[in-house]
């Protein structure tokens, strides 16, 4: 399997800052970016994803960033929150019901 | 949005017994299901894909035969794992696709615990 590279692999953040995960991929057919949040003990759930035709989608307090070129992506959490205290991982697929590929995860804390 | 569910949640089974995992998409009709494994503060592991009415593909690594998997719904997948032994205790996670599209929507998990 193609790799996804995910950094950093834990991230402490104070309440209001900006949180900021990475993500770089190899295979140039992965056309489907999204991020899932997972809690302890619970499955993940999908956060917001983007395709290669955009830079930049946003959904409230989430960012993704896309850099095409650079084959990179990257998560920002705006006015993070200790409830956003969670693992989250970067995910990448090409057409079709192909699996995910995942990072390897981020913990993420968000101390008041 | 749509809604994936594992039963059950939890399951202490002795070594040597089998163990069914059921999962299910609520409200829509799911062309394919994933089942994945995690490890505590591991990623996810892709055991393997399954197509409705048509047979698993497994990753490399993953024993057909200890792990099986049928699809035999749109709506439903079952994760049947024998002759369980205390290895075999993970996280077990479903997610299921419509396939019009490459979202992926995750069940709330399974864990397995083997005694």
């Known amino acids: 399997q193609q790799q996804v590279k995910q950094s950093p692999q834990s991230l402490i953040v104070q309440k209001g800052g900006i949180s900021i995960i990475n993500c770089a991929y190899e295979?140039?057919?992965?056309?489907?970016f999204p991020w899932y949040q997972q809690f302890p003990g619970k499955g993940p759930a999908l956060l917001i994803a983007?395709?290669?035709?955009?830079s930049e989608k946003k959904e409230g307090r989430f960012t993704i960033s896309f850099n095409k070129s650079a084959k990179q992506f990257s998560l920002h959490i705006m006015d993070s929150q200790p409830g956003d205290s969670a693992t989250y991982f970067c995910?990448?697929?090409?057409?079709?019901?192909?699996?995910?590929?995942f990072g390897k995860g981020t913990r993420l804390s968000v101390i008041a | 949005g749509a809604v994936v569910s594992q039963h059950p949640s939890w399951v202490i089974c002795k070594s040597g017994t089998s163990v069914k995992i059921e999962c299910r998409s609520l409200?829509?009709?799911?062309?394919?299901m994933f089942w994945y494994r995690q490890f505590p503060k591991q990623s996810l592991m892709l055991m393997a894909t399954?197509?409705?009415?048509?047979?698993?593909?497994?990753e490399q690594g993953v024993e057909k035969d200890k792990f099986l998997i049928n699809h035999a719904s749109l709506t439903l997948s079952t994760l049947t794992v024998t002759s369980a032994h205390p290895e075999d205790s993970s996280f077990y996670i479903c997610?299921?696709?419509?396939?019009?599209?490459?979202?992926?929507?995750f069940g709330p998990g399974t864990r397995l615990l083997v005694l």
């Open positions: 995910a990448a697929t090409s057409s079709g019901n192909t699996p995910l590929v």
């Open positions: 997610s299921a696709s419509t396939g019009a599209r490459e979202t992926q929507y």
């Open positions: 295979n140039t057919a992965f056309d489907y």
């Open positions: 399954s197509n409705e009415g048509s047979k698993a593909t497994y």
């Open positions: 983007i395709r290669p035709d955009v």
């Open positions: 409200d829509f009709q799911a062309t394919t």
